[in-house]
C-alpha cells in the first residue's frame, strides 16, 4: 500500500496551498513529511529554516493537561527557543489574538475541544513560523471560531508565510488558498493555482477529480 | 544450493562430526582425575556457553549495523542468531546441572559460567519477547536492533564481572593470559568440539535465516 | 551543548511540574515502596536470619521494583498527553529528550529512595549512620544505571501492547548487573568492612554508568525515529 506516489511541489513567501482529498488520501501523510515526522523511501522535502520555522496543527492537541493554557506556550516556545525574555509577552500576545486571554491559566484538560483546538493554533504561532501546516484545523472550531481562523490565516499569507492546508472539506479552505491540489490515493490528481475561482467551482473540479479517479476508501 | 540446503547439510556434517568429537572423547582422550567420567560433559558444555555468547555478540553486531544501513537482510540475521542462541542457552544450562551434581553435589551454582549464561538466556529471552510485542517490520528491527546494541554492552561487563567473582567454579583454563593448563588431548577434544559447535551453529542459523526470509517474502509479496 | 542542556532541562522540569501537579505516581510508588519493605519485614523470622546478612538484598529489591514503577511514566506521560508529536516535530534535539526524562527520572527515584532509605533503617534497625557517605554514593551510582537503560527501553515499549509488563522483562539483565555490584557494595559498607573494598564496586558502577549513559543517549534518537 503506498500512502504517497510522486507528489512534486515547492512553495514561496506569501502562498497558501490547500490540498482536498477524501480520508486515506495521504494527506495526513504528506505533511508529516514535510514536517519531518516521516521520512520518505524517495524523494525528499526541505522546508527553508528547518523545523523551527514550522507551525503545526494537526490531530493531537500537543497540550499537557496539567499545565495552564499560558504555561503550555511558555514551554513550546521555549523548545522553538524564543528568547525567555520575549516568551511572556508572545503569549499574551498569542493568546489575544485566538481570545483565549480569559482562559490563560485554566489547565489544558478543562477545556472544550472548539478551545482546545484554539490552543493548539496558539501554541502553533508562538514561535512566529514561516511555514504553517494544517490538518483538518477547522475540527471542532464553531462558526465563529472558524471565521477567525479563517482571517487569521489571510493574514499570515498577507505577511508572506507559506500555509499548507489540508481538509477533506472543500468548503472550508477553499477561498483562503492560493493554490489547490486534488489528492486521491496518494496521487495529486490535479495542481494548479485556485486563479479566480470561488468555493462553489472549487467544490466542483474536486468532485469532478474525484469521481473520474474512483475516490478514496470511502468520499 | 538454497541458504536452507547448504544450512541442512551443515547441521547434518556437523551433528555427524560430534558424533566423532563424542568417540574421541569419550574412548581416547584421559579422563579427568579429580572429577571422573563426568567431566566429559565439558566438551559440550564449554562449547555451547561459548556458542551462546557468539549468538548474543552477532545479534548485537547486526543490530548496530542495522541502525547505519537499514537492511532487513541484518534483521533477519540477528532473529535467527537470537533463537539459535536460545538452543544453546539451554543446553548449557542443563548440561551444567548435569555436570554440577555428581561433582559438586548441587544441581545449580551461582558461579561464573553458569550465571553468565543465565544472563546471555535472559537478554535472549527479552529480546524475543520484545520482537513478539511489535507487529510493526521496521519499527521491530529498529527496536531489536537498539536492544541488541544494549546486550553486546552488557555482554562486555558480564566478563569484565566474571573475573571478580572468583568462585565455585573452575577458572576459566583456556581464555586466559597464560598458556591453556589443559593436557594437549583434552585440549584438541575441546578445541574439535568448539569448531563442530560452530559448524552446527552456522548451520542452524542458516536454516532459520531461510525461513525468515521466506517469511517476508511471502508476507509482503 | 548549552542549547542541548537548555532543553534537557526545560524537558525535565515540564516532567516534574506535571507530576508534582497530578502526584498520581510519586504517590503509587512511595506507597509501594513502604509495602515492598513491610512485606519484607513479615516475611522473615527474626530470630533465625541475622538482619545484616538480607539487609542489602531488601534494600535493592525495593528500590528496583521502585524505579520500575517510575520508569514507564515517562514517555506514557506523552502518550497521554498526545504531545509526542509535537516534540519529534519542534526542533527539539533527540538527545536533549533523552537527558530530560533521564533528569526527571531520576528526580522521581531520587524522592523514592529518600522515603525508602530511613524507612528501611527504622523497620530493619540496621546502622548506616557510619557509611551513610558512601551508602549514598552507592544508591546514587546504581540508580543511574537502572534509569539510564531503563529510560531508553521505556522509550520502545511504550508503544507496544503490555508495556507495564514488557519493561521489566526487557530491563531484567541491565538491571541484575547495576543490582549485584550495589549489594555486593552496600554489604561490605554495613558489615563495616573497609573502603577499599568498596572501591572496586563503585568503580564498577561508575563506568557501567557512564558507558550506558552514553550508549543510551547514542541509541535513543533510533527509538523514536528513523
Known sequence: MVALDDVSFSLTAGQTLAIFGPNGAGKTTLLKVLAGLIRPQAGSARVAGGRSAIGWIGHQSHLYGHLSVRENLLFWASLYGVPRAARGARATDVLARLSLTDRAEQPAWSLSRGLVQRAAIAKALIHDPQVLLLDEPFTGLDLAAAGELRSLLGALRGAGRVVVLATHNVDEGAELATDVAFQVRGRFVQYEPRGGRGPAEIADAYRRAVGETGGGRHA | MTIAQKGRWLVIVGLVLLGGVYVRALAFTPVERFQGPAQKIFYVHVPSAVTTELAVILLGLAGVFYLFLKDPRLDRFAESSAEVGTVFAGIVLTTGPIWGKPIWGTWWTWDARLTSTLFLFFLLMGYQVLRGAITDDGLRARYSAVLGSCAVVLVGFIHLSVYLFPTLHPQPIVLKPSKPSLPPEMLVTLLLSFGVFLLLFTGFVMQRYAIATRRAEAFHG | ?226
Do not use: C
Open chain 3, 1 to 226: 551543548m548549552r542549547e542541548l542542556w537548555r532543553q534537557a532541562w526545560t524537558i525535565a522540569r515540564k516532567d516534574l511540574t506535571l507530576e508534582f501537579r497530578s502526584r498520581t505516581a510519586i504517590v503509587s510508588a512511595l506507597v509501594f515502596t513502604a509495602l515492598v519493605l513491610t512485606v519484607f519485614n513479615f516475611g522473615r523470622d527474626p530470630t533465625a536470619v541475622s538482619t545484616l546478612d538480607l539487609a542489602p538484598s531488601i534494600l535493592w529489591v525495593t528500590f528496583t521494583f521502585a524505579a520500575m514503577l517510575a520508569l514507564n511514566r515517562a514517555f506514557q506521560l506523552e502518550l497521554e498527553n498526545q504531545a509526542l508529536e509535537g516534540l519529534l516535530i519542534s526542533p527539539l534535539d533527540r538527545r536533549s529528550l533523552y537527558w530530560g526524562k533521564l533528569l526527571a527520572n531520576l528526580a522521581f527515584v531520587v524522592v523514592v529512595e529518600a522515603v525508602g532509605l530511613p524507612l528501611f533503617v527504622l523497620f530493619f534497625n540496621v546502622a548506616v549512620g557510619h557509611v551513610l557517605l558512601p551508602l549514598l554514593a552507592v544508591i546514587a551510582l546504581a540508580t543511574v544505571g537502572f534509569v539510564a537503560v531503563g529510560t531508553l527501553f521505556s522509550a520502545m515499549v511504550v508503544r507496544t501492547r503490555f508495556a507495564e509488563l514488557l519493561l521489566p522483562v526487557v530491563l531484567f539483565p541491565f538491571l541484575l548487573l547495576p543490582l549485584t555490584y550495589a549489594v555486593q557494595a552496600t554489604a561490605r559498607l554495613l558489615a563495616g568492612r573497609p573502603l577499599s573494598e568498596v572501591a572496586g564496586w563503585l568503580r564498577l558502577l561508575a563506568a557501567y554508568d557512564i558507558v550506558f549513559v552514553a550508549v543510551a543517549s547514542w541509541l535513543f534518537p533510533y527509538t523514536v525515529e528513523e
